[in-house]
């Protein structure tokens, strides 16, 4: 099989993940860590999960008649990944530039092996994947995410639930005890693939803090805390 | 890995018909379920479908359920695949990705359920197909073993075998070569007939290197259609003598 996720990439630029179920604040943190970067005068580069033009059609379709099962679900986010790696991150990644993604492989392994796919398929289906510099996972107890996403008024939507498990009718029900095995996922892939964790229950800035120093022990950025805090005001 | 391509000598004794080549769908187990996949393989112009066509007939008189399916025919993934095929968009692993979505909501909605209903599935091709088109475009040969581990090993695959020359002739009186059977992604020259002779040849080399490996029935596709025919039937009739005898139950049988 493939390597290349456990093996360090030899381009010039930097992949740096973050990983965490929404409501995490992973997203909030990245756009924080774009701001930083780019006023150090890095050019960067975002790439979003499931973003893809090639796959949106037969995703949408799927989701209007809840017509996706795991294999599906899972196939068409692999085929969105090896789209968005091959024109989005690669050819920034020679260029020696930072790309920033925001959740990467690893959450196929969560969601997927959460929906019952074999865990060592879906490692194996992303094993043509660049292994990140840096994976950042966004560590949050779900009672936390749910609040935050209802504070938000966020809408459950019917896959992002798993509602499409048949776990309970009842939206909210059913995204706890998908979040809850999708957490049991991320806890084998700390160690499994290194991932640096970041407890996501504290204040946005000090998130912020200790990511950035997880960043910047990859760059040749001398950041103060003071600066950080000043930025960050 | 878990996957078909042991490395171990007695690999090809792991693949049972109608199981999982890998560790499969594990929320779909499917041991026990009383139908059948045939599958023809070969490349564009064997006359699969015609085979197929004459076989289900055959079958449905006989008192058979039958149902086919073939690449692309999902529901779910056709308008897609066409698109962006039409498009030249894809690359190697999104044009196997994309096949592989395909195969795996036919596989689901389609061939399990018949499977359980004890259907006779005729599939026009099978991952073989997908493995040869790969195989050919340089994708990993281990990688691709394990992407179709969720597969279902046929009970017969029948390969129609032909040859470069043989084939080309059949084509041209046909429909004539089309971008993708040519190959002309690989960009292996810009005369449509030069590419489709290399394309062809190397697509029959990757079929030939898979007979072993899944046990392919290979046929002669350069017969005549009735002498292929009677051949498929010959070897599909004594496969279902076999297995119905095994599966009868002695108090359903007639005495």
């Known amino acids: 099989m493939l390597n290349n996720l456990t093996t360090p990439h030899d381009y010039p630029g930097k992949l740096f993940v973050v990983e965490g179920i929404d409501g995490s604040g992973k997203t909030t943190q990245l756009a924080l860590l774009a701001k930083w970067l780019s006023a150090a005068g890095h050019p960067v580069v975002l790439t979003e999960w499931n973003s893809s ?29 090896a ?14 530039m930072i ?59 019917f896959y992002e639930a798993g509602l499409d498990m048949g776990w309970s009718s009842n939206a909210i029900e059913s995204f706890r005890i998908f979040q809850g095995k999708v957490l049991d996922e991320y ?47 | 890995m878990n996957s078909l391509t042991n490395n171990s000598p007695d690999a090809e ?108 599935v005729l599939s026009d091709r099978y991952i073989f197909t997908a493995m040869a088109r790969a195989g050919v475009r340089g994708v990993d040969r281990t990688w691709m073993r394990n992407l179709y581990g969720f597969g279902i090993a046929p009970h017969l695959v029948f390969y129609l075998k032909i040859d470069e020359k043989a084939l080309i002739r059949r084509v041209l009186q046909s429909r004539g070569m089309d971008f993708w059977e040519s190959g002309m992604d690989m960009k292996l020259g810009d005369d449509i007939y030069e590419s489709f002779r290399a394309y062809q040849r190397s697509l029959l ?6 007979a072993d490996e899944f046990g392919f029935r290979v046929l002669d596709a350069k ?25 009868q139950p002695a108090s359903a049988s007639v005495t």
């Open chain 2, 13 to 120: 004794s792991l693949i049972r018909p109608g199981s999982y080549y890998g560790n499969g769908i594990p929320y779909l187990p499917i041991d026990g379920y009383p139908g059948k996949i045939i599958a023809i393989e070969g490349t564009d112009g064997v006359g699969r479908s015609t085979q197929i066509r004459l076989l289900r007939e055959w079958l449905e008189v006989q008192g058979y359920g039958v149902i086919e399916t073939g690449w692309t025919r999902s529901e779910l993934m056709q308008p897609t695949i066409e698109l962006a095929k039409a498009s030249n968009t894809l690359n190697k692993l999104t044009f196997v990705l994309l096949y592989a979505t395909d195969f795996a909501d036919r596989l689901e909605k389609e061939i399990i359920p018949a499977l359980k209903a004890g259907f006779i």
């Open chain 1, 187 to 233: 806890d084998r892939l700390v160690e499994e693939f290194g991932l640096s964790v970041v407890n996501a229950v504290g204040s946005i800035t000090e998130q912020q803090r200790t990511f950035r120093r997880l960043v910047s022990q990859h760059l040749a950025i001398e950041e103060t805390n003071e600066q950080l805090d000043e930025q960050l005001a």
């Open chain 1, 83 to 96: 789209d968005r790696l091959l024109y989005n991150i690669v050819p920034p990644l020679k260029a020696g």
């Open chain 2, 205 to 210: 080399r990757e079929y030939n290197s898979m």
């Open chain 2, 223 to 247: 017969r005549k259609v009735e002498v292929i025919q009677d051949e498929l039937r010959r070897q599909i009739g004594a496969f279902l003598a076999d297995s119905d005898a095994s599966s």
């Open chain 1, 99 to 157: 790309v920033l993604a925001d959740r990467y492989a690893y959450t196929a392994f969560a969601r997927d092996a959460a929906r019952g796919v074999d865990r060592r398929w879906v490692r194996e289906l992303y094993s043509f994947a660049v292994k990140p510099d840096l994976a950042v996972y966004f560590r949050v107890p779900i009672e936390v995410s749910t609040d935050r996403l209802m504070a938000r008024r966020v809408k459950l939507k």
């Open chain 1, 53 to 81: 033009a090639l796959v949106k059609a037969a995703t949408k379709t799927g989701k209007k008649k809840n017509s996706l099962t795991p294999m599906t679900f899972s196939l068409l986010h692999a085929t969105d990944f």
